[in-house]
């Protein structure tokens, strides 16, 4: 039993398909444009895409000049030089210690007594001795 | 209708859409490791430059600190020089006429590159001769210092006198650290 529903989609196919022919062409225009179209614009923009992926990506590589702050030892100049100058004060007083030499003190063992007598000769022997000044 | 011309036509076009497609992602892959394998090679060349720069820059620290350094190298007592440091003393000694004695050598280990040395003399001589000598220990261009006297002044024949110990610390370089 044929119902409303099968009729009206028969008539519907009927009018809308050239006048009741079914339609048997292979090509239609069209539909194939829109299809290619539709692909080259997917492709393009899949492509580009990509593209622009990579070119974002790879566009800043430069060769950059690193800091070798980290890399060497500090040298502390200021600390040296304050090290230096104390020792350098040192070492002159150093030397001027050592050129100070103390002498060795003798003690004096025992002092001799002399008579008023000797004392006496030997005056008169240093003045027998003494040149006469001419006037 | 379906010729067998048609056919060819859609397949060889499919295929050759397919080809484009695999060749525009082969494309792509190639692309994105060529630029891995550049992103690479600047950073070599980066390290490179990093570590030439950096033997420049130590090189020439090396270079303008050779004079201070082989001063200060002067003041530093290592293990080595242990030797002419106590025939410096022992020297010192001899010219302030002063009898020297060494009793003990000790090394005590410390925290950092120094060791302290701590020696023991046994003096005997006139009372200024020490004094001046013991002047002469407390100036010694090291990192040195009088830890300890032990004195005791005589008097003979009214000349001072004085016998005792001096116990002088150095720190030593330990060039193993």
Known sequence: ?135 | MITKKTKVVGISSALFFLAACAGMFFLGQYVQNEGEKLVKQTKEVEDFNMREQSYRELSNLIDSTQEDRSELNKYILTEEKTIDFLSTIEQIAIDQGVELTTNSLHISEETGMFDALTISFSVAGLQQQVETMLQIFETLPYHAFVSDITFQYSKTEGVKMLRGTIELTVSILQHDR
């Open chain 1, 1 to 135: 039993m044929i119902d409303k529903k099968s009729i009206i989609k028969m008539a519907n196919d009927v009018f809308h398909r050239s006048q009741g022919y079914p339609d048997r062409r292979l090509m239609h225009p069209r539909r194939e444009w829109g299809v290619g179209i539709f692909f080259f614009v997917l492709v393009t923009v899949v492509g580009s895409v990509v593209a622009g992926n990579i070119f974002v990506t790879y566009k800043n590589i430069s060769v950059v000049a690193g800091d070798s702050g980290n890399s060497i030892p500090q040298y502390r100049n200021v600390l040296v030089q304050d090290a230096l100058e104390m020792y350098r004060l040192k070492e002159q007083e150093h030397q001027t210690l050592q050129g100070t030499k103390i002498p060795a003190v003798v003690p004096i063992a025992t002092t001799t007594e002399v008579s008023p007598q000797a004392a006496e000769l030997t005056e008169a022997e240093q003045g027998e001795g003494r040149p006469e000044i001419a006037n």
